[in-house]
């Protein structure tokens, strides 16, 4: 691994040690997912003057009125989707900064996400290219449609808020799928797991959380 990679100082792999054991110490228990975060460089996807807060749990600004999200809430959602089996194809929907889809990728064979923020996905790519991860496939496109031409999928993923569950994306989803996604106006945000089978949906809350909208529409 290069030194972009591995990091120094408040990047560095002793840095990433002390986040995987706070995650612990918050409820984290999937092996899997605490693995690939200590091996993933969060301090790539996000702007270098705010590299030596990466390892921090908390949200930090990537640009366009965006976040990466809480390392928290990354492991637990990722913990969530994985709860029962692997899934073998992943809808995320909101690419962001890449950091969600790069713990994706090295978890299921194949990720597609959508992103309809041209600028972010663009620089999602090519960090995820840089990490040598080819099992992604992006779409620039309202994530609230999901990507129906490869549904449907064992999981979905969604990195931002709706106020209702969009009735399009539970659609995409096998008999069996699993859904993690918040939901809800803003500052009355939770996070929800919804399974299907057959027709019915089964919910589970696993807590209140704070995420950016899911807007519709794409932009350049």
Do not use: C
């Amino acid at each position: 691994m290069n030194a972009d990679l591995r990091g120094i100082g408040m990047t560095s792999q002793r840095t990433r040690d002390r986040l995987i054991q706070r995650l612990r110490e918050t409820g984290i228990r999937d092996e899997r997912v605490l693995s690939v975060m200590r091996d993933t460089p969060r301090h790539l996807f996000v702007d270098e003057a705010l590299a030596s807060r990466a390892y921090e749990d908390t949200a930090l600004p990537i640009g366009q009125g965006q976040t990466i999200s809480q390392p928290y809430i990354v492991a637990r959602m990722t913990e969530a989707l994985l709860e029962d089996n692997v899934p073998q194809k992943v809808l995320e929907v909101g690419t962001g900064s890449g950091y969600q889809t790069a713990i994706l990728a090295q978890l299921v064979p194949e990720v597609y996400t959508v992103e309809r923020i041209a600028g972010l996905q663009d620089r999602a790519r090519q960090r995820l290219a840089q990490l040598k991860l080819r099992n992604i496939h992006y779409k620039r496109s309202d994530g609230t449609w999901g990507w129906s031409q490869h549904a449907p999928y064992d999981g979905i993923l969604v990195t931002a808020a709706p106020e209702q569950v969009p009735a399009d994306l539970l659609k995409q989803l096998v008999d069996g799928g699993r859904m993690v996604i918040p939901s809800g106006p803003a500052g009355q945000q939770t996070l929800r797991v919804l399974v299907r089978e057959d027709d019915t949906i089964h919910e589970t809350e696993l807590g209140r959380v704070s995420f950016v909208p899911l807007v519709k529409g794409d932009t350049q």
